[in-house]
Structure formats: C-alpha cells, structure tokens
C-alpha cells in the first residue's frame, strides 16, 4: 500500500471511527503495560480471548458492558468529560 493510498484511507474515516481507534489503542497500550497478554486479560474479564482479539482489532463496536469489564481489568474507570475536558462527575446527575 502507498503512503497515498494509507492517508486517503485515515483522513476518510469520521470522527466517531477515529475516536474508536483512539479508546481501543488506549486499552491495548494499557494491557501491554500491565504486561497482559489477550488470555490473560480475558481471564480476568471473564471474556473469551477471541473478543478481546476482535475488541483490539476493531472488528466489532463494543458493547459498553464489554468496555466496562475490560477497562476494570486494566485497573481503569469509564469517565464522561466534556469537550473542553472537563470530567462530568456522575453525582451532578442526581441534582
């Protein structure tokens, strides 16, 4: 594949696309810090390492459960933040 053809195919993409490649590439640097493999994050996930596979190479759309369990795993949280970054805590809901 030419350099052309590559960045014809990045910039195509809209922006939700992008911003699922940036969370799946987050999630991937973060099991390979921890030093996980796919089994290894699977087991603690309670998932199969065929759906941690698809989940790394953007086959599918997680669910949001499946993202729930495999950010845990990796000792992480989901978190809404605001455009200008700013984290919505969820207890402003309850008001």
Same mark, same amino acid.
């Given at each position: ?11 195509? *993409?809209?922006? +939700?696309? #992008?911003? /699922?490649?940036?969370?799946?590439? =987050?999630?991937?640097?973060? $099991?390979? %810090?921890?030093? *996980?493999?796919? +089994?290894? #994050?699977? /087991?603690?996930?309670?998932?199969? =390492?065929?759906?941690?596979? $698809?989940? %790394? ?6 669910? #949001?459960? /499946? ?16 455009e200008d970054k700013t984290v919505y805590e969820i207890d402003k809901?309850s008001n």
């Amino acid at each position: 594949m030419t350099w052309s053809n590559y960045k014809k195919g990045i910039t195509s *993409l809209d922006p +939700t696309e #992008l911003k /699922t490649i940036e969370i799946v590439a =987050q999630l991937v640097q973060r $099991r390979i %810090e921890l030093k *996980l493999t796919q +089994t290894d #994050l699977a /087991t603690k996930t309670g998932l199969k =390492q065929a759906a941690i596979s $698809r989940l %790394e190479s953007e086959k599918a759309i997680p669910r #949001l459960d /499946t993202l729930e369990r495999v950010t845990r795993a990796l000792d992480l949280e989901l978190a809404l933040v605001k455009e200008d970054k700013t984290v919505y805590e969820i207890d402003k809901m309850s008001n």
